[in-house]
């Protein structure tokens, strides 16, 4: 694992602890550390670089968006993201997501909608060159330009949270035969919607679109589990 990266000013800061706690948190949620697994701090101490200090106030965070369990006798145990926590997030998801795509087309200005198009422009370019890696980044972008377009900080926030720990799982759908070709046709017909104003039809496709996503994850997950 990398050292993270700090000087001198900030050794002490919540600069710091932002950073551990980011560092363990991504670990978690790309499966580095599987549920049942340990956080040991002397490990963690000597892997990051750091003192316990922000090893421990790190934790507590992780204990309190229950990614981490506190076990007497045992210390800190991995708890992650489970299937039926990935289920929950998709289908709040379906209940909300189409509301940031309606607010969006109603708020949206041209600088964001400009953003937008490249996205969406970029992510047919990787698509066609069947680059996954800057495929994933644009898929994100999509999103979270739509998110901001919103104009709402708690839709915002409750949604970038979503896809960050559901990020995994989005991986591994987008890495499915013939998914990314869906989700950039679904993207397109979005962001039409968005340009032409119809705020409604913006909606119910980005609800599709979240529902295409949950039920593609939910047929290989049987798949998977069947072979």
Not at 114 to 140: C, G, I, P, Q, R
Not at 166 to 182: D, I, K, Y
Not at 195 to 202: Q, T
């Amino acid at each position: 694992m990398a050292k993270i990266e700090r000087d001198e000013s900030e050794s002490n800061s919540g600069s710091l602890r932002a950073k551990v706690f980011n560092q363990l948190q991504n670990d978690i949620l790309n499966g580095k550390y599987q549920p049942g697994e340990s956080l040991i701090e002397t490990r963690l101490c000597d892997d990051l670089g750091v003192s316990r200090t922000p090893i421990r106030e790190a934790i507590r965070q992780l204990e309190l968006e229950g990614l981490v369990q506190s076990i007497p006798n045992k210390g800190a145990i991995v708890k992650g993201i489970s299937a039926k926590d990935i289920e929950d997030i998709y289908t709040i998801r379906m209940l909300i997501e189409g509301l940031a795509a309606r607010w969006a087309t109603e708020k949206i200005t041209p600088e964001e909608l400009e953003e937008l198009k490249e996205a969406v422009e970029l992510e047919e370019f990787y698509t066609m060159k069947n680059d996954t890696e800057h495929l994933l980044k644009f898929d994100s972008k999509f999103h979270e330009i739509i998110f901001k377009a919103s104009k709402s900080k708690p839709l915002m926030h409750t949604l970038k949270t979503f896809h960050h720990y559901v990020q995994r799982a989005r991986n591994t759908s987008l890495r499915c035969p013939g998914r990314a070709e869906e989700v950039l046709m679904e993207h397109k017909a979005i962001l039409q919607a968005i340009i032409n104003g119809e705020a409604e039809k913006a909606e119910k496709l980005t609800t599709e679109h979240v529902r295409n996503a949950s039920n593609n994850l939910i047929h290989n997950r049987e798949k998977g589990e069947g072979a």
